[in-house]
């Protein structure tokens, strides 16, 4: 579900601001739902807490809420909640819109307070854009399991297939990853990680999951584990058995 959300501190504007999304035809979809105008951070944040995993939100922000929370930091907090969140500001204060690459928040778009009938049309543009990245995104995960990881204040998705290795980083608390296509670094647990991933991985030892479908050949005497890209690993003794088990029913791999 694409859950909307509106954090404005002024009424009238929130009152249209509302409106403006309730008579969207997108917004009547049934993979839409407008979950509420909030006056304050406070008031939005609580209602972030009975968020399905599987929803996305679309979050029309103002900057200047006159709270403990502006609309950046709001945002930042969000991200936690959810990371694949589109973020959209709505502002009279054009002048702060470069804060927004400070803060690290990747925001949909800006929608400047002018005429009713340019906020009106830019809101309509916004929901357009975000719906369709969001049925592009649920695609996606439907057709190919995707896990997220964090780099920075950016959070960013990978297919599970395409992950061959992940090993602990060169830094506490980061991670390795290796893909069909990349290599790069990122926040996490390995252990934390190795839950969310299919059965297709195995944590071979306290450093190092591997994901099986890329194995090329297992050595029984030096427990070394061979994958086709050519980097090679120590497998624990602890997993060592589970790890035969598996490749023995599957011919194509080699065990000597």
């Not at 679309?58 to 809420?65: A, E, V």
């Not at 890329?214 to 005497?221: G, P, R």
Request: include cysteine.
């Amino acid at each position: 579900m694409l859950n909307i959300y509106i954090c404005e501190d002024e009424a009238s504007q929130r009152e249209f601001l509302q409106d403006c999304i309730t008579h969207n035809k997108i917004s009547k979809n049934d993979k839409v739902n407008f979950i509420g105008a909030y006056g304050t951070p406070t008031d939005l944040i609580k209602s972030l807490t009975d968020k399905s995993t599987n929803d996305i939100g679309l979050y029309f922000l103002d900057i200047d809420l006159n709270a403990d929370m502006d609309g950046f930091e709001l945002a930042t907090y969000i991200r936690k909640y959810d990371p694949r969140g589109f973020i959209v500001i709505v502002t009279t204060h054009s002048e702060m819109l470069p804060l927004t690459f400070q803060y690290m928040i990747e925001p949909l778009g800006y929608i400047i307070k002018d005429s009713k009938n340019y906020i009106e049309n830019q809101i309509n543009d916004c929901i357009c854009k975000a719906f369709s990245r969001y049925e592009t995104l649920i695609n996606l995960t439907n057709e190919n399991k995707t896990i997220t990881f964090s780099r920075g204040s950016r959070n960013f998705f990978v297919i599970t297939d395409d992950i061959i290795y992940i090993t602990l980083g060169h830094l506490t608390h980061t991670l390795e990853i290796l893909t069909n296509n990349s290599i790069f670094e990122a926040r996490g647990n390995l252990s934390n990680v190795y839950k969310l991933l299919p059965s297709n991985f195995m944590q071979i030892s306290r450093e190092t999951i591997i994901n099986l479908d890329f194995i090329e050949k297992v050595d029984t005497n030096t427990h070394i584990v061979t994958l086709r890209n050519g980097d090679s690993f120590c497998i624990s003794h602890r997993s060592f058995k589970s790890l035969i088990i598996y490749l023995s029913k599957r011919d194509a791999i080699v065990i000597k």
